[in-house]
């Protein structure tokens, strides 16, 4: 099952409107890590956190960056 399916209509118009505000007022301008600008918010820094504790990858391949944050992000998950 997806994620859609998991939730109701009401959750998902919840998750919906949550995305459009973080969109619209660039939200994603103000995300830190240790200082470092990253372009995710909060919950999506978690599951990145979870999903590489889960899987324990040996890489992760990054295929763009604005200012290394998340770069710096997912080093720390591997100390």
Not at 63 to 72: A, M, P, Q, S
Request: aromatic letters at 16%; glycine letters at 8%.
């Amino acid at each position: 099952a997806s994620l859609a399916d998991l939730l109701t209509p009401e959750e998902r118009e919840v998750i919906d409107g949550y995305d459009d505000l973080f969109e619209r007022y660039a939200m994603f301008c103000n995300g830190r890590w240790l200082g470092v600008p990253v372009l995710q918010d909060a919950m999506d820094l978690m599951y990145l956190q979870h999903v590489v504790y889960s899987v324990q990858p040996k890489v992760i391949v990054e295929t763009g960056t604005y200012k290394g944050g998340l770069t710096f992000f997912f080093s720390h998950l591997f100390q």
